[in-house]
């Protein structure tokens, strides 16, 4: 499997921006669609972004829209989900994921590798 590990979480104003990083090591990266996901306490894992291998392809959720950018770097090999205009309903404990399916896909079931999580709190 894909050893993940998350960093640039941490408490920004309403408005504010932050940039995550998920660091890849282990079985080879390549070939390997990436997702960010979100989870605040008492409520399900939510699907919030997902970039295929060669980064052609990119899928949010309706309400990160035009906000948040998801981006790789294969070479180091990182994955970067980019939260612009940080709203307090996007507090949560950010998760990047791996997996091999060829297809752009939302389901966290599909995802087979899992970093530890970054807390992402947004105050009004």
């Known amino acids: 499997q894909v050893q993940l590990v998350e960093s640039g979480g941490g408490l920004v104003q309403a408005g504010g921006s932050l940039r995550l990083s998920c660091a890849a090591s282990?079985?080879?990266?390549?070939?390997?669609?990436m997702g960010w996901f979100r989870q605040v306490p008492g409520k399900e894992r939510e699907f919030v972004a997902v970039?295929?291998?060669?980064?052609?392809?990119?899928k949010y959720t309706d309400s990160v829209k035009g906000r948040f950018t998801i981006s790789r770097d294969n070479a180091k090999p990182t994955v970067y989900l980019q939260m612009n205009s940080l709203k307090p309903e996007d507090t949560a404990v950010y998760y990047c994921?791996?997996?091999?399916?060829?297809?752009?896909?939302?389901?966290?079931?599909?995802?087979?590798?899992w970093g530890q999580g970054t807390q992402v709190t947004v105050s009004s």
């Open positions: 970039i295929t291998w060669r980064g052609v392809t990119t």
């Open positions: 994921a791996a997996t091999s399916v060829t297809w752009v896909t939302m389901n966290p079931s599909l995802f087979r590798s």
């Open positions: 282990g079985r080879t990266f390549q070939g390997y669609s």
